[in-house]
T-cell receptor
Framework: GDSVTQMEGPVTLSEEAFLTINCTYT??????LFWYVQYPGEGLQLLLK?????DKGSNKGFEATYRKETTSFHLEKGSVQVSDSAVYFC??????????????FGQGTELSVKP | SAVISQKPSRDICQRGTSLTIQCQVD?????MFWYRQQPGQSLTLIAT?????????ESGFVIDKFPISRPNLTFSTLTVSNMSPEDSSIYLC???????????FGPGTRLTVL
């Protein structure tokens, strides 16, 4: 079945460091790919998405490129801030069945940014 | 994007009791989803709720344990029945809005069962 694999956390960085969180996926169709962020004590927020190969999603300085050849959707940010400390979830969605758009999540990667 | 609220935001319950969680959306949506996030874990889909029909449950989740209502296009409830400590989790509702593939989430309900 479809699945998402993320790099394990926690990831600890100093402020202004470069961030990469790896995400790879397995899907039988042509999924849409997402990054969601969960700040401490809150629900999930959609961070960015990409719907087809070579699309780049971007938001708040974060970006990720849909790489079909490597089945990857790595999250990057050039300079992280303390306020970026959160858990980041990679997810995919395929139209597959009549539920359309069922989300499958990776295990989440905790990011901690130190001042 | 849709604005979603959930009640209660958190609760502490006794073993054997039931809790009903409400999810309210600021616009009419066809499909609503209920997820469980166990401590330190990722999200697992419990069921999909369409207005006017029975909810569709994922493998490992049953209606007797997690009954769902969907009385209209802006509201849904999830009940966690006969609770045990293993039910301690965050329960989140989400809606599909804007496009077939994109879901927006409520703030979650943090449930602790003693």
């Amino acid at each position: 079945g479809d699945s998402v694999t993320q790099m394990e956390g926690p990831v600890t960085l100093s402020e202004e460091a470069f961030l990469t969180i790896n995400c790879t996926y397995t899907a039988t169709g042509y999924p849409s790919l997402f990054w969601y962020v969960q700040y401490p004590g809150e629900g999930l927020q959609l961070l960015l998405k990409a719907t087809k190969a070579d699309d780049k999603g971007s938001n708040k300085g974060f970006e990720a490129t849909y790489r079909k050849e490597t089945t990857s959707f790595h999250l990057e940010k050039g300079s992280v801030q303390v306020s970026d400390s959160a858990v980041y979830f990679c997810a995919l969605s395929t139209p597959g069945d009549n539920q359309g758009g069922k989300l499958i999540f990776g295990q989440g990667t905790e990011l901690s940014v130190k001042p | 994007s849709a604005v979603i609220s959930q009640k209660p935001s958190r609760d502490i319950c006794q073993r054997g009791t039931s809790l009903t969680i409400q999810c309210q959306v600021d616009s009419q949506v066809t499909m609503m989803f209920w997820y469980r996030q166990q401590p330190g874990q990722s999200l697992t889909l419990i069921a999909t709720a369409n207005q006017g029909s029975e909810a569709t449950y994922e493998s490992g989740f049953v209606i007797d344990k997690f009954p769902i209502s969907r009385p209209n296009l802006t509201f849904s409830t999830l009940t966690v029945s006969n609770m045990s400590p293993e039910d301690s989790s965050i329960y989140l509702c989400s809606v599909r809005s804007g496009s077939w593939d994109t879901q927006y989430f409520g703030p979650g309900t943090r449930l602790t069962v003693l």
